[in-house]
Each structure stands twice: as structure tokens, then as C-alpha cells.
């Protein structure tokens, strides 16, 4: 069998041809659930699943209005049902300040609707971001995308350094010209950027003791 880096390549019009096979040319394509694209740019996916999510949300939304149901089933509801239609994948996100305030403005969305408007005097009163996540009593899905993301980066890393997934991550793709302004920041320098703020100072050493790193974790998901 010929190796695939021996093969007769060759660009047709919107198809590439390799040996006696041919493939479309394409900027982007669903592969296990998620959009890979030409550019690495994730904001796509990020906003299909958004989209996904707000589907499954009003599927349920008159039961997350309902006074007949606790607020202790809407969000077990919420955090089963449409919470995990949004992180799908999440853990491979490179996301820009864009994307946080999109997935933001959903989770809250759907918080204000389960705790509804608060009452003051004879009036009705919009919840403000604090008091939804005081009334949640969980971190906010931003955070919980980033310790994810850190999550998989831990295993990465305790990968052997021949694995492919640790090759990858340890390379630094400088071939051929990017384009003109500032150059997008890697999946890795916003793992280096979590983790800062998160209070971890130095992750990778952290994570050689994957018991001790994923208690770490839940430790920073705790704090709120």
C-alpha cells in the first residue's frame, strides 16, 4: 500500500485528487458532532451549538415557566438537558471574549426564566447577573468550559511525550505567512490564560498527579 505522503496530489477546480481518488474541497465539515473548519476558527461551532441549545430549551421552556414545578427540577432539568448540548466538544474551544458573552447571555437567559422576576414593592424586577448565579448556586458555564478545557489538557499532558495528541500539542506551527493584524491566540496560550486566572499558577506540573489536579478542579469549581 502506498503511503498517502507518495501519493499523486493535485488540485482540480474545488476537488483534490489523490492517486484514482477524488474529494471535494470544502471550508468546513461535520465531523463527530462538530464543525472542523479550514481556519481553526471555532466561533462557528460555538454558535451551532448555541443554536442546538436553544432548541432543546424551548422544547421544555413551558415546564421551566411552570409554577407547578420546583426550581430544583427545572435546573436538574437545565443542567441534563440543554446544559450538555452547549459543551459538547467544548474542551477543544478556543474562545474569543465573543464567544464567552454569546454562551453567557444563553445560560443566563434560560436562569432567568427558571427563577422568574423578583418582586419589589408592588413591581416586578428583573434578576441582575449576580443574584440568577447567587440563586444557582453553581459556577457559571464560561468558568465550567475552561476548567473542562483544562481537564483535557491534563490528560494530554500525561499522554507518552510519542502519543500523537502530545506531539501536536507540544508543536509550533510556523510555516507559511499569516495574515496581516494580530494573530489568534492558541487553544494552548488560552489554556496558559485559564489557568492564571483560575489560581493555577503552574498547570503542567500540577497535572502529573491527575488525582490531585481533578480535585484541584473541583476545588475551582466550587468557589463561585
Not at 488540485?11 to 462538530?34: A, M
Not at 434560560?110 to 422568574?116: D, P, Q, T, V, Y
Not at 503542567?204 to 478542579?217: A, H, I, V, Y
Request: hydrophobic share 40%; charged share 30%.
Amino acid at each position: 500500500m502506498v503511503a498517502a505522503s507518495e501519493r499523486t496530489r493535485k488540485f482540480v477546480g474545488t476537488h483534490l485528487d489523490i492517486g484514482s481518488k477524488r474529494f471535494e474541497v470544502v471550508n468546513d465539515f461535520v465531523y463527530l458532532g462538530s464543525i472542523i473548519s479550514n481556519n481553526h476558527d471555532t466561533s462557528m461551532e460555538i454558535k451551532r451549538r448555541i443554536l442546538a441549545a436553544q432548541r432543546a430549551y424551548f422544547s421544555v421552556s413551558h415546564l421551566l415557566k411552570s409554577r407547578k414545578i420546583s426550581r430544583y427540577a427545572k435546573v436538574t432539568m437545565y443542567k441534563t438537558l440543554i446544559r450538555p448540548v452547549v459543551l459538547y466538544g467544548s474542551e477543544s474551544w478556543n474562545m474569543t471574549s465573543a464567544d464567552e458573552h454569546a454562551i453567557g447571555v444563553f445560560e443566563r437567559r434560560i436562569l432567568r426564566a427558571i427563577f422568574g422576576p423578583k418582586k419589589e414593592g408592588e413591581l416586578f424586577k428583573c434578576r441582575s447577573n449576580a443574584e440568577v448565579y447567587q440563586l444557582f448556586k453553581e459556577a457559571d458555564i464560561v468558568k465550567r468550559i475552561k476548567v473542562n478545557r483544562l481537564r483535557w489538557a491534563g490528560h494530554v499532558i500525561r499522554r507518552p511525550v510519542d502519543a500523537p495528541i502530545n506531539k501536536v500539542f507540544k508543536s509550533d506551527f510556523v510555516d507559511g505567512k499569516r495574515s496581516r493584524g494580530r494573530p489568534k491566540n492558541s487553544w494552548k496560550e488560552a489554556i496558559d490564560r485559564d489557568s492564571v486566572a483560575l489560581g493555577i499558577r503552574n498547570w503542567q506540573l500540577e497535572t502529573s498527579d491527575r488525582t490531585s489536579f481533578r480535585r484541584r478542579l473541583r476545588e475551582v469549581m466550587d468557589h463561585n
